[in-house]
């Protein structure tokens, strides 16, 4: 019995001796790779900050969202730095959540930040979390079997050429899809790439007094449009494969088309990553009835919460890791085509970026043209290209995807769907207080 | 029988006292969450929705029992226990009865096959995903592929049964460990006396493992009954549900409709229709075991 | 019976077949564990160089012995804690039952049922009201509370099983509850205790739900290290799996090293 009890008594010691040491500030972030590089150039800034020590808790996306929601919404106060996104920075904002970055130094040049992410990240014009690194969407594709077939790329691809070029090149027997596209469920997963594809087929997820509009002629044209696309032409699997899924399987020569997250640029044009490096050409993302809503925009971000004791040292943080001197620190360390982009004016004017990556301009265009206050061709209510930005979306959006992902599969047809999640969407709507 | 009577209070107030740590810290455990869900439930409470929760009655409920999806949900909880319970009883104890037979590096091969039991659920659900099932790169695609046969598109095409398979690859070793253990205590004397009468392997199995095994049976049921009614991480990691609703089950449907966008109501609504049919199905199921343990 | 078995050799064929289908994905992982990323999706080989690249990867990214020394402490900490406070309760239900035992028995086992996703919210604004979020202490109360109605429910079946007279006989000589059950109980039933705290070692470890809710940096035990790699961009196979094996390593060589023991304790108990 003695034995018994000294074992917990002296766990509980361990458990509660504490020590002092220098301000600690803990980030919580996504472990995407631009993180992963930001935590290990992380010592530079230790060594510059002997003051500040920083404490990493790196997580998947999904976790990370849920985890850090909880924590802000019920002032749980354990992280001082999170990494959010265009989603939710401008709600929390509104809530009074976030700490306002209004007062940034000036050496920070705030005005190089790209416009439509600086204001994607804005509440009432004030900045509520700094980019770290920003996206659209465009079309990658394969120069060595476009040209094999003879096919031409214009400079603006629509679907209609899509579908008929990747039905030119679908090759099962050789491991080669036509496309490859999202079919993961999820409103980050299939719905980001799903909602941009119905705005520019015309549509649009609610109409100005918020009903929902999923079961219109333009979703449904939309989504058979898609199921049909990635049905006959896709790879393998396809309902499961989301942006990784995609990314590995177009850098491994599996796919000749793929549209998605203009992030994914510079690794698949490294060649120690991917087996397509020299044969890979870039499109903006295909159009149909309208260019609007084509391509999202999303950006990654630093903000700190309301409810931080660390404030100063946190901004401190922040303010560092998404500088244009961090920037130049990536290109000098780990190369140039791996610095964050999207977010600085001034990472695309850089010689050095401009020569490492040829796909620079066709980002830097696409994320200047996205327009998430106008991304439908009829007028909405919302704020988002491809998500709607109201709390609820995130239950709405996913639920809509794993229903979007059963028409793949061919579980149910796509009107089927499209009606039985128009009701569900209703029904939320209604809960939430949207509709009367 | 005066003795008896008086031994019985003494000893209802020993064992009153004695259970008292035990019973007090689980009914705390109990009634503080569970009070606050129930509390939660019949507010208007969303984390991201400014403002104070407000009382609206029974609303979450009755949302929560209009929802389309909550049936197939249930039936998508039963099913996956049943056909898992299936799969890991009844192959566990066939397995024991092998593993059980004398042959070089049983203690090894033992070992070996009841490992999966020790590995995290969320790590052995992305090994399958991404090492075993993955319809491009995985094991399995290969060996289809090698034979000449395409790829089965696991998560797709037959969700549940790839949910099922790897559930049970985790819990058939538990029913494995428990029930090899239980076959040992089988009386050598009886089965040779069978095999004298003429009894093949398969009525001794029937007549003589079987009951033998009743009660060790029992326990595993209990104890996988209760991993299982609240299986999450597998279905996260692998089909988040779907495709459609087709691998949805409780756990995950009150996780979806509810925390994914922080509506605490909703998900205590759901915490607290979920804990009903845990003691619902809790009644038949414990019952019927309670009674094989009794004996 | 031995002298039959040793005449069908398939037998022993079979059972290594089988075993060794069911141990292929952790074999599989840890092959994966040691390949470099390009190797690890090219079609699947047992011919590989060996590469410990991942590993010293995984290692930079992620302070491995903190997450594994929250994750030994937590389940420790938990397990004894849990044995502590159900053995004298599985005690009284076995020796001293009333009427209520076996209804407070089935009780307590439903409140295992609640699922984790219901009663996230109401165990998270606890946890910060008492000052238990991310710390070892909070999510070792919890795993404490989880495990406790399996912990008690297998010690009464082992404490059931028990021969009465021996307790009888040390009642007899007059020791009073205290000594009966240390003097007399625990040894007797040390083997059903030491198999019972094995699972409840084995159930805290593998706990992914409240581990990932509860903590975030200081208390983190092994599975948020995993929830770090998992899904990341990018190719991700090798380091994942080598992540996973640095993250059940512990564990599985724990359930080799103990699985007599346990078995040992499962034998006379529940399942005699």
């Known amino acids: ?348 004017a850089n010689e050095k970026y401009q020569e490492a990556a040829p796909f620079a301009d066709f980002v830097l265009n696409a994320i200047r043209e996205a327009d998430p206050t106008d991304s439908t061709l009829e007028p909405n209510p919302y704020l988002g290209v491809q998500f709607v930005g109201i709390p609820e979306f995130q239950s709405i959006g996913t639920q809509v995807g794993q229903q979007i992902a059963a028409a793949l599969t061919g579980d149910r047809s796509v009107e089927d769907a499209l009606n039985a999640v128009q009701r569900s969407v209703e029904r939320d709507m209604e809960r939430a207080g949207y509709l009367d | 029988m005066p003795k008896r009577a008086s031994g019985r209070t003494v000893g209802g107030l020993r064992s009153l006292s004695l259970q008292a740590p035990a019973v007090t810290l689980l009914l705390l455990w109990m009634l503080i969450p569970l009070g606050m869900t129930l509390w939660f439930s019949f507010q208007h409470y969303n984390l991201l929705m400014p403002g104070e929760p407000s009382f609206v009655g029974l609303e979450n409920y009755e949302y929560l029992f209009t929802d389309p999806s909550l049936w197939r949900a249930m039936g998508n909880t039963l099913l996956m226990v049943g056909w898992i319970l299936v799969i890991s009883v009844g192959g566990g104890t066939l397995l024991a009865v092998l593993f059980q037979q004398e042959f070089k590096g049983r203690g090894i091969a033992r070992v070996l096959a009841i490992s999966p039991f020790f590995v995290m659920p969320t790590v052995s659900a992305l090994i399958w995903k991404n090492l075993m099932m993955h319809p491009d790169n995985g094991v399995l695609a290969w060996l289809t592929e090698s034979v000449g046969l395409p790829a089965i598109d696991w998560f797709s095409w037959v969700p549940m049964t790839s949910v099922v398979i790897i559930v049970s690859w985790q819990w058939l070793p538990f029913a494995l460990l428990i029930l090899l253990t239980a076959i040992q205590s089988l009386d050598e004397d009886q089965v040779e006396a069978a095999r004298m009468d003429g009894a093949g392997p398969v009525d001794i199995f029937r007549f003589i493992t079987l009951p033998h095994l009743k009660r060790a049976i029992s326990v595993v049921i209990m104890i996988e009954m209760i991993f299982l009614l609240t299986l999450f991480a597998e279905i996260y990691v692998t089909t988040s549900g779907g495709p459609g609703l087709a691998t949805t089950n409780l756990a995950f449907l009150i996780y979806i409709q509810a925390l994914l966008d922080f509506d605490v109501g909703m998900a205590s609504a759901g915490g607290v229709v979920a804990i009903i049919l845990a003691n619902i199905v809790a009644i038949f199921l414990v019952r019927l075991v309670a009674r094989n343990l009794e004996e | 019976m031995s002298a039959v078995q040793t005449k069908r050799p398939w037998v022993g064929v079979l059972a290594w077949v089988i075993a060794l289908i069911i141990f292929f994905p952790i074999l599989w992982m840890v092959l994966t564990g040691f390949k470099t990323e390009a190797d690890a999706i090219a079609s699947p080989s047992l011919f590989f160089t060996p590469t410990l690249e991942s590993y010293v990867e995984v290692q930079g990214r992620a302070d491995y012995p903190k997450h594994a020394f929250n994750s030994i402490t937590i389940s420790l900490a938990s397990t004894l804690l849990a044995l502590l406070i159900a053995i004298p309760s599985a005690y009284a239900m076995a020796f001293l039952p009333t009427k209520r035992t076996k209804a407070t028995l089935l009780w307590m086992l439903s409140t295992k049922m609640l699922p984790p996703v219901g009663v996230l919210m109401p165990i998270y604004l606890l946890s910060r009201d008492l000052g238990l979020l991310d710390t070892r202490t909070g999510l070792t109360i919890v795993y404490t509370m989880m495990n406790l109605p399996i912990v008690v429910w297998m010690l009464y079946t082992f404490f059931k099983d028990l021969p009465r007279d021996i307790l009888e006989a040390g009642r007899m000589d007059g020791a009073n509850t205290f000594q009966e059950v240390t003097l007399l109980l625990l040894p007797l039933s040390m083997p059903g205790i030491a198999s019972t705290g094995l699972l409840s070692i084995i159930l805290s470890w593998n706990e992914a739900f409240w581990s990932l809710n509860l903590t975030a940096s200081k208390a983190a035990p092994l599975t948020a290290y995993i929830a770090s790699f998992s899904s990341p961009e990018g190719l991700f196979w090798a380091k994942l799996s080598a992540a996973s094996t640095m993250a059940i390593a512990p564990i599985l060589i724990f359930g080799w090293m103990t699985q007599k023991q346990m078995v040992r304790g499962l034998t006379f108990g529940a399942v005699k």
């Open chain 1, 1 to 348: 019995m003695k034995l018994a009890y000294a074992i917990p008594a002296a766990g509980i010691a361990a458990l509660t001796s504490a020590y002092a040491s220098a301000e600690t500030i803990t980030i919580a972030t996504v472990n995407n790779n631009d993180m992963v590089i930001m935590q290990e150039l992380s010592d530079r800034f230790e060594e510059e900050h002997p003051d500040i020590e920083l404490d990493w808790v790196v997580l998947e996306e999904n976790v990370l969202r849920q985890r850090v929601t909880n924590d802000i919404a019920t002032e749980g106060g354990q992280f001082d730095v999170m990494t959010i996104g265009t989603y939710e920075a401008p709600m929390w904002g509104e809530r009074g959540w976030l700490e306002p970055l209004d007062d940034l130094p000036e050496d920070y040049q705030v005005d190089d930040l790209i416009k439509p992410v600086r204001d994607g990240l804005s509440h009432d014009g004030v900045l509520q979390a700094l980019p770290f690194y920003a996206e659209s969407s465009m079309m990658y594709y394969r120069t060595d079997l476009f040209e094999e077939h003879g096919i031409e790329m214009p400079d603006q691809p629509t679907w209609s050429e899509v579908r008929d070029w990747a039905e030119q090149l679908h090759d099962p027997d050789n491991d080669l899809a036509g496309i490859c596209l999202r079919g993961k469920p999820g409103w980050g997963e299939n719905m980001a790439f799903v909602s941009t594809l119905v705005n520019t087929f015309g549509g649009r997820w609610f109409d100005e007094d918020w009903n929902p509009e999923l079961n219109s002629e333009e979703w449904q044209t939309a989504i058979e449009f898609y199921v049909e696309l990635l049905g006959e032409y896709g790879p393998p699997g396809a309902s499961s494969n989301g942006f990784n899924e995609n990314q590995a399987l177009f850098s491994s020569g599996k796919c000749a088309m793929w549209v998605d997250a203009t992030s994914a640029a510079g690794r698949i044009y490294n060649p120690d990553e991917s087996s397509v490096a020299d044969d890979l050409g870039f499109a903006p993302a295909p159009v149909a009835e309208t260019p609007k809503g084509s391509h999202w925009l999303w950006s990654w971000a630093l903000a700190i919460p309301a409810t931080s004791e660390s404030k100063e040292a946190a901004k401190t943080f922040i303010t560092w890791a998404t500088s244009q001197e961090y920037v130049e620190l990536v290109g000098e360390e780990e190369g140039w085509t791996s610095v964050p982009p999207g977010t600085r004016e001034s990472t695309y």
